[in-house]
């Protein structure tokens, strides 16, 4: 059985449904030239408009998964990830702070008191919390901090104190399996494109709250992307 939807009725639902609280007047239809031209005028616009902006809406699709194992890994990927993006979040914003801070110190001496000073705030803000996450939690934060930052834990850490301490703590860290220069790449790596869609899906559920990442991810192009690569192994 075959349906036919009249197109103005389907135009005029979606206006009624996208312009909330808006009076929307009826169609005005001039006369061109001998064609005809429809507008719809929305109160608070004094503008005829040929057209309703909506905004973009992605349908994310149903969870899918080729066995129990893939299911079982994914909602463990997913636990750990919710625990530690706000990690990386505060982070981010601590560090913004402290930049714009810094652009209006002028002397070389109290920009050097400021930042050791918040290095400390960080670090005791930090540092308990962190030594209760386990190797894969901590690998975890390292891509989230790169996603948000846009710098690699251990450019930070250089940044922040010395390429010696950097280095002994990216030393360290290989002890536990964990690299401080792991970069957040989910168009490459499976894994960080899991830990996106994660996000995303948490985004939506506001089970974690959205920040954007230091450099643009297209969540539709990394999911079609990988779609097309799972379905080719």
Do not use: C
Not at 131 to 148: A, M, S, Y
Request: aromatic share 12%; net charge positive.
């Amino acid at each position: 059985m075959k349906f036919s939807i009249n197109m103005n009725s389907l135009g005029l639902l979606l206006i009624s449904a996208t312009v909330l609280g808006q009076e929307i007047n009826p169609l005005v239809e001039v006369k061109n030239d001998s064609t005809y031209s429809f507008y719809y005028i929305i109160e608070g616009d004094t503008i005829p408009r040929e057209f309703i902006d909506l905004e973009e809406v992605i349908l994310l699709n149903k969870l899918e998964f080729n066995s129990k194992a893939d299911r079982r890994r994914y909602l463990i990927l997913r636990r750990k990830t919710r625990k530690v993006y706000p990690y990386a979040k505060l982070a981010s914003e601590r560090l913004t702070t402290m930049t714009e801070r810094l652009k209006t110190i002028k002397k070389r001496r109290i920009r050097k008191k400021y930042t050791k000073r918040v290095q400390k705030y960080i670090e005791g803000e930090f540092s308990e919390r962190l030594k209760k996450l386990t190797r894969t939690e901590g690998q975890i934060l390292v891509k989230l901090i790169h996603r948000q930052t846009g710098r690699t834990a251990f450019a930070l850490v250089k940044e922040l104190r010395t390429g010696w301490r950097a280095f002994w703590y990216n030393t360290t860290a290989k002890m536990f399996d964990i690299s401080l220069k792991e970069e957040y790449q989910p168009f490459d790596v499976k894994e960080d494109y899991l830990i996106e869609d994660v996000l995303e899906r948490s985004f939506r559920s506001n089970l974690l709250e959205r920040q954007e990442p230091a450099f643009e991810i297209d969540y539709l192009n990394l999911t079609i992307h990988w779609n097309a690569k799972m379905s080719g192994e």
